[in-house]
Each structure stands twice: as structure tokens, then as C-alpha cells.
């Protein structure tokens, strides 16, 4: 009787160093984790009310974050992911003011939004310039667009349609918003293209290694470019929720979504570096992001406050993921 040897690496793991091995783990303990601090630190906290305000406080930055891990996990970075969604919410809201039907007007600033992940992505993968320099151009060219565009001034948001993202439904006791349920659809669409398609496994090989992409036949230019637009066009339907969370379309808004956008991508585990992660650690990731801000708002720390907590958490993410990548 023989006994078969069995290496290392072909022993099936357990379950538990399965369980603990899924990347999305780590996030989700996180977010428990700030849940329970913040639960047993103020009794308001998981009241059904403040449940329903922290998912709907994660819309903008939830869709956002969308589009934000396509271009980390090319290995890019987008630094005018807010400017391009305000683009999306002053062009609504003028025209709209203006007399213009809201449909048409609602569908060419997310035309524009597209156009501008069109020029951000051709930028990129036609010239072959650093994403970090094209995108931190967009900006300032964006920044100063917007004041031009707005005259200085805001749009009131009154009509149904561009506000109809805001509306509520209950479920159950719960309270959502459409534009919620719009978040969770697009996260369902992204990820079926991201984990079952050709096209998903593909950003993810330009992520790893773009070179070595090219090599086995991958369009590299054409993958960028289309993940740009992709995120373009998820940046256009962010604009419109947005529109239904505020009562004026404002050139001055959404100052910290960049921040807040990357950071979900990061602590929900994808890699700066590209070629990791995914959508679901992305969702808990801006879920922590609204955690946070929500919790330390009912214990009335100061919003500068609050992105200072932010921006030490993306640096303790980045530093996890870089002793990760030393280790593999």
C-alpha cells in the first residue's frame, strides 16, 4: 500500500484561511469594527433614521468610487473624478434654469462628463502621459471651466426629474432613495463586467503588467481608453444623483470627493499600484468613508477633523498594500 505525497501547494486550504484570505475580509471587519465603536459611543447611531442617512450620504461617493477603482486598477489615478461630476450638475442645473426640456439637458451633461473621461483616457493612452498629470490638468482646466460656466453663481434644483434621484420608498422601516438603489444596480453591472467578461479580465492583466499585456495580444491603448469613458460616463450618473441629494448646483461643491473617492478604493483593498482589488471591497470601502463621517459627526468632531482621519487612513491603507506586495 502507497500513501500519495501531497505538497504544500496542492493542499486545499480550510476553510477559514479561505474565509480570511478574501480581500474583501479586511474591509468588512473595518467597517464592523467602526460600527461598534460608534454604536456603543452614541445610541443615535444605528437608529433606522441614521442607518438610512449614511447610505444615503454614500451615493455620491459610492458611484464615484465606481469609476475611480476602474482607473486605479489600471494602474492610473484620477484626480478630477469631483470636477467632472460638478461639470455634470452646473450644465444640468443652467440649462434646465434656462428653459431648456431636463431629459436633454440631464443627458448632454453626462455626454460632457463622458467626453471628459474621452479626453482624459486619450490623453493617456495616446500620448502615453502619467494619468496622475493628465487628470491633475482636467482639474485645474475644469476648476476654472466651472466659474466661467456658473458666472460665480449656483442653479436651484426644482425640477422633479432632476431631483427625482432624491425620492424616497420604504422598505419595510427603512428608508431609501432611488438614487441608492441606482448606486447598488451600477455596482452589480461594473462587477459583472469586471469578474465575467473578457473586457474585466483584461484591465485586470493591463493593471498587473501592461507591457506583458501587450505581448500576449491585449489592446492595451484601446482597454484605457475605453475604462476612461466607462468612468467618464459613471461620473455623468453621479452628477445626476447628486442632483437629487442638493438644492442648488453649486461650482464649489464636492470639495473632498477626491479624497474621499480614493480613499474607498483603497481601504476596500484595491491596489494603488493596479492589477488588484475589486468592486465589493470598493462598496465597503465607501461605506466606511460614510461610517466615519457620519459617526464622528454625531460626536461632534470638526469636519477638518474628518479628512484629517481620511487621509491618515488612505496612508495607512497604502502602507498595508505596499508591505503586502513586498511579502508576495
Not at 434656462?98 to 493617456?124: E, N, R
Not at 426644482?158 to 432624491?166: H, Q
Request: net charge positive; hydrophobic share 55%.
Amino acid at each position: 500500500m502507497t500513501t500519495a505525497n501531497v505538497s504544500p501547494a496542492e493542499t486545499p486550504r480550510s476553510l477559514k484561511a479561505r474565509i480570511l484570505g478574501t480581500p474583501s475580509v479586511g474591509p468588512l471587519l473595518v467597517l464592523v469594527g467602526f460600527c461598534v465603536i460608534f454604536a456603543l459611543t452614541n445610541p443615535r447611531f444605528l437608529a433606522t433614521q441614521n442607518l438610512s442617512i449614511i447610505l444615503q450620504q454614500t451615493v455620491i461617493i459610492g458611484v464615484l468610487a465606481i469609476g475611480q477603482t476602474l482607473v486605479i486598477m489600471t494602474a492610473g489615478i484620477d484626480l478630477a473624478v469631483g470636477a467632472i461630476c460638478v461639470l455634470g450638475t452646473i450644465v444640468a442645473g443652467k440649462l434646465v434654469n434656462l428653459g431648456y426640456d431636463p431629459v436633454l439637458s440631464m443627458g448632454f451633461a453626462v455626454l460632457l462628463c463622458t467626453a471628459a473621461g474621452l479626453a482624459a483616457g486619450g490623453l493617456v493612452s495616446g500620448l502615453r502621459l502619467p494619468p496622475f498629470i493628465v487628470t491633475l490638468g482636467i482639474l485645474g482646466i475644469l476648476t476654472a471651466a466651472l466659474r466661467l460656466i456658473s458666472e460665480g453663481g449656483a442653479f436651484p434644483v426644482r425640477d422633479p426629474f432632476l431631483a427625482w434621484t432624491g425620492n424616497t420608498m420604504k422598505l419595510g422601516g427603512f428608508v431609501l432613495t432611488y438614487g441608492v438603489l441606482i448606486m447598488f444596480a451600477l455596482y452589480g453591472v461594473v462587477w459583472y463586467l469586471l469578474n465575467q467578461t473578457k473586457w474585466g479580465r483584461h484591465v485586470y492583466a493591463i493593471g498587473n503588467n501592461a507591457e506583458a499585456a501587450r505581448l500576449v495580444g491585449i489592446p492595451v491603448r484601446r482597454h484605457l481608453l475605453s475604462v476612461y469613458v466607462l468612468a467618464g460616463l459613471i461620473y455623468g450618473i453621479a452628477a445626476w444623483l447628486a442632483l437629487g441629494r442638493i438644492p442648488n448646483a453649486d461650482p464649489n461643491a464636492m470639495q473632498s470627493a477626491n479624497l474621499d473617492s480614493i480613499t474607498a478604493v483603497v481601504i476596500g483593498g484595491t491596489s494603488l499600484f493596479g492589477g488588484r482589488g475589486g468592486l465589493i471591497g470598493t462598496l465597503i470601502g465607501a461605506l466606511i468613508v460614510g461610517v466615519l463621517r457620519n459617526g464622528l459627526t454625531l460626536a461632534g468632531i470638526d469636519p477638518l477633523w474628518q479628512d484629517l482621519v481620511t487621509g491618515v487612513l488612505v496612508i495607512i491603507a497604502v502602507a498595508l498594500d505596499q508591505m503586502s506586495r513586498r511579502k508576495s
